[in-house]
């Protein structure tokens, strides 16, 4: 079946300007997470959902950055005023249910560039 | 989370073992033990998961001593496209659900 997807695949974007990453997790999947990843490090975990209600949003790194989701479907991060310290690729996984042993489900990301 | 330790880079050759190992010395009663794999441009992909013992699947084994301190991931036989970050990862079955992950362990296959 189909896996994750993510759109755009990458954005270009100029400091200040606001952007939206779009996450498809995979059809039946009640837990939908979003992680950023820069350059050759480890992925840092930003916010997770279970359903539509998003009980983590501890990673969110500020006010600047929120995410949604609707219909336990599609997810929404939206970073404004984009800074260039904002620069990464945006993962998002899915999972059947929450918990560590669940494999998580990862799509291609949105490698973001603000110059 | 436990907090794991693991090599940063490893190189391997064609038809070659290759062994990772993890250490997570404050484990818990818990705890599983997952890898994921990172290829280039691409997100994680999970490998395998155990908690004690050992474990096998079509693309790896997982090595758990008794006192589960540390781990062990075994690719039989790598090929040029194992090439890629393998990260080792500790969490509560239960309780967590975000993964943490550090920087990994680079592993390069020559041929």
């Known amino acids: 079946g189909a896996g994750v997807s993510q759109s755009p695949s990458n954005k270009v974007t100029e400091k200040g300007k606001d952007v939206e990453l779009r996450c498809d997790p995979i059809s039946g999947h009640t837990a939908l997470y979003w992680y950023r990843q820069r350059l050759g490090q480890g992925l840092e975990f930003l916010i997770y959902f279970q359903g539509n209600s998003a009980p983590d949003k501890s990673g969110l790194p500020s006010d600047r950055f929120s995410a949604e989701r609707t219909g336990e479907s599609v997810s929404t991060l939206t970073i404004q005023r984009t800074q260039q310290e904002d620069s990464a690729v945006y993962l998002c996984?899915?999972?059947?249910?929450?918990?560590?042993?669940?494999?998580?489900?990862f799509g291609p990301g949105t490698r973001l560039t603000v110059t | 989370l436990a907090k794991t330790t693991q090599p940063i880079s490893m190189d391997s050759y064609e038809g070659q073992e290759v062994n990772i190992t993890c250490s997570h010395n404050n484990i818990a009663t818990n705890d599983y033990i997952t890898w994921y794999q990172q290829f280039p441009s691409q997100g994680p992909r999970f490998i395998i998961q155990g908690y004690k013992t050992k474990v096998t699947n079509e693309v790896a084994s997982l090595f758990i001593p008794a006192d589960r301190k540390s781990s062990t991931l075994s690719l039989p036989r790598v090929s040029l496209s194992d090439t890629a970050v393998y990260y080792c990862?500790?969490?509560?079955?239960?309780?967590?659900?975000?993964?943490?992950f550090g920087a990994g362990t680079t592993v390069t296959v020559r041929a």
């Open positions: 990862l500790v969490g509560d079955m239960g309780n967590d659900y975000k993964l943490s």
């Open positions: 996984a899915s999972s059947l249910e929450e918990g560590f042993t669940y494999e998580q489900y």
